[in-house]
Nanobody
Framework: QVQLVESGGGLVQTGGSLRLSCAAS????????MGWFRQVPGKEREFVAT????????RYADSVKGRFTISRDNAKNTLYLQMNSLKPEDTAVYYC???????????????WGKGILVTVSS
């Protein structure tokens, strides 16, 4: 079992940066691939980025490549998402996720955080 709690969201202007954190509880954090997903009201939850359990393999949605960086600190049981050059289109509730594989998609996520709002104003 894994419990995930996101933090670091908020309001930022276009072009600004935010860093999201996801604190994981449990003794098996390092055994899970981790990821970030986001959802806008009225739309389906979508993939943003994932990272394998070691942290050596990362995947990104085309919409965030070059702007977002996913990383993890297994010693701290924490997942991060550094978001740079933010755009209004990035506005969404961001969810931390844990799963068995770094290739996981929404339907393959085993554990979800409750989500945190990121708002990018123009």
């Amino acid at each position: 079992q894994v419990q995930l709690v996101e933090s670091g969201g908020g309001l930022v202007q276009t072009g600004g940066s935010l860093r999201l954190s996801c604190a994981a509880s449990g003794r098996t954090f390092s055994s899970y691939a981790m990821g970030w997903f986001r959802q806008v009201p009225g739309k389906e939850r979508e993939f943003v980025a994932t990272i394998n359990w070691i942290g050596s393999i990362t995947r990104y949605a085309d919409s965030v490549k070059g702007r977002f960086t996913i990383s993890r600190d297994n010693a701290k049981n924490t997942l991060y998402l550094q978001m740079n050059s933010l755009k209004p289109e990035d506005t969404a509730v961001y969810y931390c996720a844990a799963g068995g594989r770094s290739t996981m998609v929404v339907t393959e996520v085993a554990y979800w955080g409750k989500g945190i709002l990121v708002t990018v104003s123009s």
